[in-house]
């Protein structure tokens, strides 16, 4: 039960990665604040969170992270019923495709304004409390983010510029014993690349050719990061800060030759 007494902040707990994490950390013990748009899912992550977990209580907060009130609130909320902030998990994230020619700037502000810049305004929300509870954040970023692929130039841009503020907050806030690390995952099965605008013909044989671009030959599973994450948030992590861990079946070590 490495996360009773630990409230935990989790984005994006609507779907994916988020919502593996949201289930995985009620199963430990984590006093739990869920966060997404779309409430009937968000509404059944949480079910699933009850039933993981040992009757602590659940706070589910609807809204558009981009919106600043809807940040405030979410931040706001969660220190209003449990009264403390643990640990801050930033999930929530969309995927698009293009390259410098195709992608235009509307496109780039929407990667960028809940990717990077939501990221940074609930992390500023939450540090105060972070501080008081000498917690944690963990960033969700991808593999995007510590190696280069065509077609994808913001959203990678924008991952990498999650990693380097994961090592810049190491670093301000190590004074403060509150640590900052991120994970990298490679494909990970869940809804992203389709929202991002692959139809299911095109997503199956992605998933496919995920077969030969992760060197452990298979996309990962939304459990297989949520453990990652769970132990980066955990004092078993204790002297681990300003880290990217890949969780990517050995992609980002692989080189083409
Ligand atoms: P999903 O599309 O399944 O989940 C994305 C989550 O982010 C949803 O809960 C969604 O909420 C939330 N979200 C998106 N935009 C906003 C917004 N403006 N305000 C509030 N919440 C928002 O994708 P994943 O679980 O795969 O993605 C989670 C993270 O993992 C992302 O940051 C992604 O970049 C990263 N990642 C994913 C990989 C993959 O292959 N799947 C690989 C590497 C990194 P709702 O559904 O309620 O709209």
Redesign the pocket.
């Known amino acids: 039960m490495a996360f009773s007494s630990k409230v935990v902040l989790v984005?994006?707990?609507?779907?994916?990665?988020?919502?593996a994490t949201a289930r995985l950390l009620a199963g430990r013990g984590a006093t739990l604040a869920l966060?997404?748009?779309?409430a009937d899912?968000?509404q059944r992550v949480a079910s699933e969170c009850a039933e993981a977990g040992r009757g602590q209580p659940l706070l589910t907060i609807?809204?558009?992270?981009?919106r600043e009130p809807?940040a405030e609130r979410l931040v706001e909320q969660s220190v209003q019923k449990y009264g403390r902030l643990d640990v801050l998990v930033?999930?929530?994230?969309?995927?698009e495709l293009g390259s410098v020619e195709t992608t235009s700037l509307q496109q780039y502000d929407r990667l960028m304004?809940?990717?990077v810049r939501?990221v940074y305004h609930l992390t500023m929300l939450a540090v105060p409390h972070l501080v008081a509870a000498q917690g944690n954040i963990v960033n969700?970023?991808?593999?995007?983010g510590i190696r280069a692929f065509p077609n994808l130039l913001a959203?990678n841009m924008s991952?990498a510029a999650l990693d380097h503020m994961t090592r810049c907050l190491a670093l301000e806030l190590a004074p403060h014993q509150v640590r900052v690390n991120a994970v990298?995952?490679?494909?990970?099965?869940?809804?992203?690349?389709k929202?991002g605008g692959l139809d299911e013909a095109a997503y199956e044989q992605f998933l496919e050719r995920s077969r030969t671009t992760h060197a452990l030959g298979r996309?990962?599973q939304?459990d297989e990061?949520a453990a990652a994450i769970a132990f980066l948030a955990s004092d078993e992590a204790a002297f681990i800060t300003g880290a990217s861990l890949p969780v990517d079946g050995g992609r980002h070590a692989m080189c083409p030759r």
């Open positions: 984005t994006g707990a609507s779907s994916g990665i988020g919502a966060a997404g748009r779309r899912n968000l609807t809204g558009d992270l981009t809807d930033n999930c929530a994230g969309i995927l304004g809940i990717n939501a969700v970023s991808s593999v995007n959203y991952k990298n995952p490679g494909v990970t099965v869940t809804e992203l690349q929202r996309p990962g939304p990061v």
